[in-house]
């Protein structure tokens, strides 16, 4: 019996050390375990967040994209007013060519229209002339009009005054004649 005692105390210790070193493992097991999640829940997070920013930038970028489509429209619609305005000018250029083209034969008449100025200029002199002549008339008559109104007024005078003349000449014959007889 000793040898079955000595056998399960071997068996025993061996089973104990087995159990301890067993549970020693499975407790640094279980904290690998807790590690290992609390890694693999960190970078579970990190992907997470790192979806959530990849999204934001792929949508910003997709605004940009949309925004930059947007502008580009613009763009060739400017480019296509500034080609319509461009013709625009080409063609009003060609038009002041034409234009300028035509001056020469407008030299010609307005070298024509400066001779009838200067015509135009000696005539009016000439009526400058004629209207001092005028003026000189009109101040003449002028002149006349006051001498005849002044006469007009001598006359008059004259004339007030004979009738006082024949007034006083008539006195005598009005205090012989006091019922008016004879006339007044």
Do not use: C
């Not at 979806?51 to 580009?72: E, F, H, P």
């Not at 619609?77 to 020469?104: C, H, Q, Y």
């Amino acid at each position: 019996m000793t040898d079955t005692r000595a056998l399960i105390e071997v068996l025993h210790r061996t089973v104990t050390d087995v159990d301890a070193q067993m549970t020693e493992e499975n407790r640094i097991g279980i904290r690998i375990a807790g590690r290992t999640q609390w890694i693999i829940r960190a970078v579970f997070l990190i992907l997470i967040v790192a979806s959530v920013i990849n999204l934001y930038l792929i949508q910003d970028l997709a605004r940009g994209m949309l925004s930059m489509t947007a502008s580009m429209e613009s763009m060739y619609d400017n480019f296509s007013r500034v080609s319509k305005d461009m013709r625009a000018i080409t063609a009003a250029v060609v038009t002041m060519n034409e234009r300028v083209r035509s001056l020469p034969p407008m030299r010609e008449d307005l070298v024509l229209i400066n001779r009838d100025m200067v015509g135009i200029g000696q005539d009016m002199r000439t009526m400058d002339g004629d209207m001092a002549g005028m003026d000189q008339h009109v101040a003449n008559i002028t002149n006349g009009v006051n001498e005849m109104a002044w006469r007009f007024d001598q006359l008059i005078l004259t004339t007030q005054g004979m009738g006082h003349t024949v007034n006083q000449m008539s006195q005598p014959v009005r205090t012989l004649d006091p019922l008016g007889i004879m006339g007044r």
